[in-house]
């Protein structure tokens, strides 16, 4: 795996994530909009319609906002290819994901015409979300194991292990924003480790590698194994490693910490 080498299953400017991921968005939504207003322009009686000579639908126009419910349609594709890709893996069927984001195949394909387009995106929201977990976590707890702990639950909340099945397969893993994000989500959560090292409630002979696999591990199922209380263990096993982690440590570790250089060869 490597959630931390592709995800660290993202950051040190918040606003920038945002804006990126925003406009990457946002861009797409449009494309999707102007497709879906030119699908409209074919249909039967389209040209008779009333203001059918009015020109180009404003989504269509250059520099025009994408259309809301175009922006809504990629955002549940997106969740629901994520969440489908931890339960039955990355090779989950197109209408399928379809159907669970409650949209049309045609409306899936216009915004992700190939799988490696909808990976590609799955994996850079739960990177970006993470980091957004992890911030969150680090600006309001003022005790540093528990802002740890809590970006821990919030991490495993977010289903990082949706990245592991999809990691090996056709998609561009040095795409410039997954480099990016990847960076961000790295620092976000070296950060969290060092506050709680330096507080003295962090073991000292840990790392952030440690971490991530732990929650790779954790927080995915088997694929296409039937697990329908999975959930309801997560949260308890991850809080008994997270006891393990804070110091004083209870007992020597073998073998070394891993860092995240070390995902990184992994990967």
């Known amino acids: 795996m490597s959630v931390a080498a592709a995800g660290a299953s993202a950051d040190a400017t918040g606003a ?58 990629r955002e549940r594709i997106v969740t629901a290819a994520r969440e489908m890709f931890v339960e039955s893996g990355p090779d989950v069927p197109f209408d399928e994901v379809a159907r669970r984001a409650g949209v049309g195949n045609a409306t899936l394909y216009r915004h992700f015409p190939d799988r490696p387009s909808l990976v590609h995106e799955v994996v850079l929201s739960v990177v970006s979300r993470t980091t957004e977990r992890a911030r969150e976590a680090a600006a309001e707890e003022a005790d540093a194991f528990q802002a740890l702990r809590r970006f821990s639950h919030a991490a495993a909340d977010e289903r990082i292990g949706a990245l592991c099945p999809i990691l090996s397969g056709a998609f561009d893993h040095d795409h410039p924003d997954l480099l990016a994000g990847r960076a961000r989500l790295e620092e976000a959560v070296q950060e969290l480790f060092d506050r709680a090292q330096a507080a003295g409630r962090l073991r000292t002979d840990v790392a952030v590698g440690d971490l991530m696999i732990a929650l790779s591990q954790l927080t995915r199922p088997l694929p296409g194994s039937a697990c329908p209380h999975f959930d309801r263990f997560v949260h308890r096993h991850l809080q008994l490693f997270l006891d393990g982690l804070e110091a004083p440590a209870r007992s020597a570790l073998p073998g070394t910490a891993a860092t995240l250089e070390d995902l990184r060869r992994q990967s």
């Open 16 to 73: 920038g994530a945002a804006t990126g991921a925003a406009a990457d968005t946002a861009a797409a939504a449009d494309t999707a909009a102007a497709a879906d207003t030119a699908a409209a322009a074919d249909a039967p009686g389209a040209k008779d319609a009333p203001g059918a000579n009015a020109g180009p639908a404003p989504a269509a126009r250059r520099g025009a906002r994408p259309r809301a419910d175009a922006v809504r349609n």
